[in-house]
């Protein structure tokens, strides 16, 4: 350790603080499961060791901790967060919502080469070195900053599709906010936007008290972000219920290569009426969508129903189908009209009753479920609910 000054010994201890921080949650993260969660930890903790590498490989700031003032060592503290932060974020989301495991030249590529420059940058700085990179960190610093531009923009694009198929996973399989099993999730995708902010702070400003603030800042947001995530964020459904879901996701893939080509044929056949208010209905079709409108006529009234339930409930020759029509109107909204329906009449035959009863007797979990139903679904098909009694 090479320390000059009582700034140099600040700011080592703030780095030391950043990097035992992390390598203790990395710890916690690793070994810490809760049960029962843990008998399956694959759906509940699928980024399991993404997350501990990412908080191991702070440490790999350890040589700025050694000597702080050398101006090698600062240049290459400087250009790792700016790389560090899109690519490992971007390596955590694609396993946390996708299982995607780090293969292909693609994912090589956006991770195990930047990964290896940063490897590169730490063994130099504890090497002796002929300050060839603070003389010509002038250029070095524009084909760095280009680099993290390329890497953002591509955590950007992740974000943005992500945020969108999380959307539409929600609506078409889950009657229930509060059942949304990627909503934790959902919440927290532009975080990492700001760490990679605070990099380039650093970057750009080349100031090490900042870098020493941030490190503390960012050692706190590590501990409560831990503490959010070794509960697991994923509904855990009743027994049975995965099994469900795993059975009829292989009829329908089955059935789908069956009708693959009377699928093109039927969607190019069909035409939408664009103006009508309501949802497009196949004339073709009228058995299933009756079949799939009695189903949860009888079962709206369960809080956690889930899509596979009432699939699970139709004839196995009109899965398919079924699949189709709950994804035209999306399964979200289809199950809130009949909830919303129920709500109507029942506030009709008991205009005293408050929000709360009002929402319990139509199948919503609590008032604030409604009311996010009501502001969601924008139309309530009056065919689909016309069998609706109280």
């Known amino acids: 350790m090479n320390y000059t000054s009582i700034s140099d010994v600040l700011y080592a201890d703030a780095c030391l603080v950043f990097m035992v921080t992390g390598v203790i949650c990395a710890a916690i993260r690793w070994f810490h499961m809760c049960r029962p969660y843990n008998e399956n930890e694959d759906y509940f903790y699928p980024a399991r060791k993404q997350v501990t590498f990412f908080l191991v490989a702070i440490a790999m700031q350890f040589p700025y901790f050694l000597n702080p003032s050398d101006s090698e060592t600062w240049c290459y503290i400087r250009t790792f ?33 930047p990964m290896l420059l940063l490897a590169a940058g730490m063994i130099y700085s504890m090497a002796n070195h002929p300050n060839w990179l603070y003389r010509q960190f002038e250029w070095i610093q524009y084909v760095i900053g280009t680099l993290s531009i390329l ?3 591509r955590l950007l694009r992740i974000i943005r599709a992500l945020k969108r198929s999380i959307h539409d996973y929600h609506l078409q399989n889950y009657s229930t906010e509060e059942d949304f099993p990627y909503l934790f999730a959902e919440k927290i995708l532009w975080i990492p936007l700001i760490w990679i902010a605070f990099a380039w702070g650093i970057f750009l400003s080349g100031s090490r008290d ?36 795993q059975k009829i996701e292989e009829e329908e893939k089955a059935l789908a290569q069956e009708c693959i080509i009377a699928a093109q044929e039927e969607e190019s056949a069909y035409k939408m009426d664009a103006g009508k208010e309501g949802f497009p209905v196949k004339t073709e079709d009228a058995d299933v969508v009756q079949a799939v409108l009695a189903v949860i006529l009888r079962k709206y009234k369960e809080q956690h129903l889930l899509k596979s339930e009432v699939l699970a409930e139709i004839d196995k020759g009109m899965i398919a189908p079924a699949n189709r029509f709950i994804a035209q109107v999306g399964y979200y909204n289809l199950i809130n009209m009949f909830r919303l329906r129920h709500a109507q009449l029942y506030i009709e035959a008991h205009p005293e009753a408050k929000l709360a009863e009002v929402a319990l007797e139509s199948g919503f979990l609590s008032g604030s479920a409604f009311s996010k139903a009501k502001k969601s679904v924008k139309h309530i098909h009056p065919e689909y609910v016309a069998n609706v009694i109280l």
Request: glycine residues 6%; hydrophobic residues 55%; proline residues 4%.
């Open 81 to 113: 967060g700016v790389i560090f932060y899109p690519v490992c974020y971007a390596m955590l989301f694609s396993r946390y919502f996708h299982w995607q495991k780090l293969a292909g030249w693609n994912n090589w590529l956006f991770f195990g080469g």
């Open 151 to 153: 890497l953002t923009m």
């Open 210 to 245: 900042f870098k020493a603030l941030i490190d503390i800042v960012l050692a706190v947001w590590m501990v409560v972000f831990l503490s959010k995530i070794l509960h697991p964020q994923r509904i855990q459904h009743p027994a049975g219920i995965e099994e469900k879901v």
